[in-house]
T-cell receptor, first 112, second 113 residues
Framework: EPEVTQTPSHQVTQMGQEVILRCVPISNHLYFYWYRQILGQKVEFLVS????????KSEIFDDQFSVERPDGSNFTLKIRSTKLEDSAMYFC??????????FGSGTRLTVV | KQEVTQIPAALSVPEGENLVLNCSFT??????LQWFRQDPGKGLTSLLLIQSSQREQTSGRLNASLDKSSGRSTLYIAASQPGDSATYLC????????????FGTGTRLTVIP
């Protein structure tokens, strides 16, 4: 069964550093998403991406965040200057048509 | 804004029991509803997807129902097994934009052998 692949599985970074989280969505999917889950809290929507542009973003997705689909297969989330409160599990997801979402296994980001 | 609530927050049952997990949502204008399983520290595994026009979906020992008008969904697990122990998340797809998901806080299920 096709999978969404995320790398790395765990990243530790110093406060103020830039991080890039990488995702390879399912190849024929058209919609791409980033969600995050702070420990013990709900999974929260960050951003959706369709037709090579952001289609919707939440209030969490401020100027520190950006997304890119640089080469038609990868989908990246960049956090420019990480804060302690950015520590969370970040999930990439993709879907097509009226099919459900497929989520990756997540990247655990720890900001120290 | 869509709010999704799951009750109970935690549930502990002996192996073999049938059980029901509940999900409620505030806005009935949904695109679909999806149930996920999450093991500790892991990703989200899709269990069942119900489109807004459907009333239920079944997969093996799992059955999910949807009542849009009352803003409720249930996940029924038959003959529970210790391997079913996990957190179960309900997520509602919005009708606008890219149909983003709104998640509940989950029900943590423990099946005791």
């Amino acid at each position: 069964e096709p999978e969404v692949t995320q790398t790395p599985s765990h990243q530790v970074t110093q406060m103020g550093q830039e991080v890039i989280l990488r995702c390879v969505p399912i190849s024929n999917h058209l919609y791409f998403y980033w969600y995050r889950q702070i420990l013990g809290q709900k999974v929260e929507f960050l951003v959706s991406f369709y037709n090579n542009e952001i289609s919707e973003k939440s209030e969490i997705f401020d100027d520190q965040f950006s997304v890119e689909r640089p080469d038609g297969s990868n989908f990246t989330l960049k956090i420019r200057s990480t804060k302690l409160e950015d520590s969370a599990m970040y999930f990439c997801a993709s879907r097509t048509g009226n099919r459900g979402y497929t989520f990756g296994s997540g990247t655990r980001l720890t900001v120290v | 804004k869509q709010e999704v609530t799951q009750i109970p927050a935690a549930l502990s049952v002996p192996e073999g029991e049938n059980l029901v997990l509940n999900c409620s949502f505030t806005d009935s204008a949904i695109y679909n509803l999806q149930w996920f399983r999450q093991d500790p520290g892991k990703g989200l595994t899709s269990l069942l997807l119900i489109q807004s026009s459907q009333r239920e979906q079944t997969s093996g020992r799992l059955n999910a129902s949807l009542d849009k008008s009352s803003g409720r969904s249930t996940l029924y697990i038959a003959a529970s097994q210790p391997g079913d122990s996990a957190t179960y998340l309900c997520a509602v797809g919005g009708q606008t934009g890219a149909n983003n998901l709104f998640f509940g806080t989950g029900t943590r299920l423990t099946v005791i052998p």
